[in-house]
């Protein structure tokens, strides 16, 4: 499972609202996002940041101008943020080095997903970075990664591998539903075509031990969510 602990991403954007949105969403997944609001000063930052998301429309230069110099000097996964969606600048972006783009207004979890797809293909030391050690909390439930141990109110559960990674996956943003495909992506491999049977006979088992079906909730359509509960 890719963590996103300990990635740095430089955000690009001088719209302000659409900053706060995407360092504090960025922030709360557990990344390190520093923000810069012109291209200027995007080609002058001097940390090295595993991804960097990029405005298109900057108030200085151009977005796609700052993206081929980026590109020129450093194999940084690059993402363009676009309000433009036609199939020119699409090849435009590409075309000046971008790995990805997405188009204003998009939804957090879309970013994520693209962030994740763009560091897989692009950087296999990121991809393959150890989760961190932080134990996870979530109600009554406790995980700790590096012992991959899981308690309940203090009683240990013993899962499977595959049981502790979803937990772990699910745990990592309580109350958030994360999607099916997502989940199938993150816990077993990306590309995996195997019967989406798999993730339901997973959950069943990981609501089993748990001792609280309803710990673990299936939003129709769209995937599963873990609910904070205290311990009964
Ligand atoms: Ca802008």
Redesign the pocket.
Known sequence: MWNPVRVQVLVV???GS?ADAVMSGLSRQGFQPTLVTTGRAALDHDGTPDLVLL?????DLDGTEVCRQLRDRSNVPIIIMSARSDEVDRVLLLESGADDYVVKPFGMRELVARIRAVARRSSPDVTSQEPADDVIEAGAIRIDPRTRRVTVDGDEVALTPKEFDLLRHLAADPGAVMRRRDILEEVWEPNWFGSAKTLDVHVASLRRKLGHADWIEAVRGVGFRLVERPGV
Do not use: A
């Open positions: 954007e001088d719209d659409i405005d298109l429309g900057l108030p």
